[in-house]
């Protein structure tokens, strides 16, 4: 996979880069997105397929992108397919900041070293070229605003842009209201992409037990009655010793 072409992890943490601060939005969610985003880059190079629920690798040769080879080594070690919002939840997070330090070797943001309070030290982020975000941001724009089906790259960007919560950061207020509703609707123009987003609101809404499809028609627990020859009356726990001695008085 050349350089020509940024991945939707890459154009993802782009999004959510604030110019002005150097910070990223929604930083917790953003490490969910960021392994969807991953996955859905893989099924782009097709090296790996949606089963269902469930993700399985087609493909195990390597696209040439090492942040995105190794989370294809991971799947494919699992050896059958894996459900997309366990892969998601996994212990491994930290995915942002190994974007941030891939986008610095690639050359598409600087570090900027400061402080916070005068004595902890931080780290903030600033894009080399400004062009490349105004560019990733007119393509989610332009979808909203014509509503014509976007390529399915910027279809899954906008869903996972809206399941990490970056709809609020790129259309603010009152006034953003209908575009942050366009933005969770272009989540339907790549299967893929509407996959991974599902995956990563259930992970955040803390809905990962079982598959989504089974969840509905679960039934709910029954309160456990112990059966009697009368007709299934819960039996009184039976009184021994001391018990039984109160019990008398």
Not at 1 to 25: K, W
Not at 46 to 75: F, K, N, Q
Request: aromatic share 2%; charged share 20%; proline share 8%.
């Amino acid at each position: 996979m050349g350089r020509s072409r940024r991945t939707i992890p890459e154009e993802l943490l782009l999004l959510a880069l604030d110019p002005a601060t150097g910070t990223t939005a929604q930083p917790q969610s953003l490490d969910l997105g960021l392994a969807g985003a991953q996955l859905v880059e893989l099924a782009l190079a097709g090296r790996i397929a949606p089963d269902g629920d469930r993700i399985a690798v087609v493909m195990p040769r390597p696209t040439g992108d090492p942040t995105l080879d190794s989370a294809l080594e991971l799947l494919r070690r699992r050896g059958s397919p894996v459900r997309a919002v366990h892969w998601i939840g996994g212990p491994r997070l930290g995915l942002r900041q190994i974007y941030l330090a891939h986008l610095e070797r690639c050359g598409m943001v600087h570090a900027v070293a400061g402080q916070m309070c005068g004595v902890l030290p931080t780290t903030r982020y600033q894009a080399t070229d400004t062009a490349i975000s105004r560019e990733i941001r007119a393509r989610l724009d332009n979808a909203i605003r014509t509503g014509v089906p976007p390529d399915p790259r910027t279809a899954a960007l906008a869903a996972l842009a809206h399941a990490v919560g970056l709809g609020k950061h790129l259309y603010p207020g009152n006034e953003g209201r209908s575009s942050r509703s366009r933005l969770r609707d272009l989540i339907r123009h790549d299967p893929m992409g509407g996959l991974v987003a599902h995956a990563v609101m259930d992970v955040q809404n803390g809905v990962a037990a079982q598959p989504r499809r089974d969840r509905a028609a679960q039934p709910q627990p029954q309160p456990a009655v112990r059966a009697t020859a009368t007709g299934g009356v819960p039996l009184q726990p039976r009184r021994t010793g001391a018990m039984a001695r109160a019990a008398a008085h």
